[in-house]
């Protein structure tokens, strides 16, 4: 058998009933995340600039603009395709998704992406914080907010 052949019947069966390739799109905005969701190398340098980049626009993720997705990932690609061939230019890519994962990658590490929100290692510090605070006086809160003495 070919590699040709072989391809076909892998991309075959690797479609869903749905049209989408591996639940993504199409087999280029699955074959970018994959390569961005496991190559540790990727994953770090678009971690790393997620958090920069946030940092910048306030910790907002509605202040990142698509523009600011797509330059992140074509620096991850200095060639600017994939290692798979995937061209980065190509317009099949759907880089909404694109952006969603890299939305999930940035919440997945801790990175702020909300302005109002502390990141969730942040936030346990706090809810820590006043653990301590409210138990050494022997006095906590339920979950309505009134005072239960010890």
Known sequence: MT???NKGRMTRMIHDNDNTYNGWKNYETWNINLWIQNDEGLYGFVRDSLAVLLDANGNDWESVSMHDIQEIVHDAFPLHKTPDGVS???NEIDWDEISDALLELAEGNNIRVRPDVPAPNQRDRERDELDAMISKNNEWLDENGARIVL
Do not use: E, I
Request: net charge negative.
């Open 88 to 90: 980065l230019f190509s």
């Open 3 to 5: 590699d040709a052949t």
